[in-house]
């Protein structure tokens, strides 16, 4: 891999039906390989992975707001099938 950040916090928004998997936000490392993302949540979460290829990420942007902490925004397309 080529980065490890720990303690991200990762969270959905804009769903039609949200599943007990996708609720809240959930707290865990994230790594990052030059073909996905990769984020392990902490403790039990129901959702304990969760990966984002890049090819089905669109409007990704990094967002850097005045008072409060910098975070990666964009829109994730489900895997066909």
Do not use: H, W
């Amino acid at each position: 891999f080529l980065k490890e950040c720990k303690d991200v916090e990762l969270s959905f928004s804009d769903m039609t039906a949200k599943s007990d998997f996708f609720k809240g936000t959930k707290k865990g490392t994230l790594y990052l390989t030059p073909y996905r993302m990769i984020f392990l949540s902490k403790g039990k979460d129901p959702m304990q992975s969760f990966m984002m290829p890049f090819y089905l990420v669109k409007g990704c942007s990094i967002e850097q707001p005045v008072f409060s902490a910098n975070y990666i925004k964009g829109t994730i397309r489900a895997e066909p099938g």
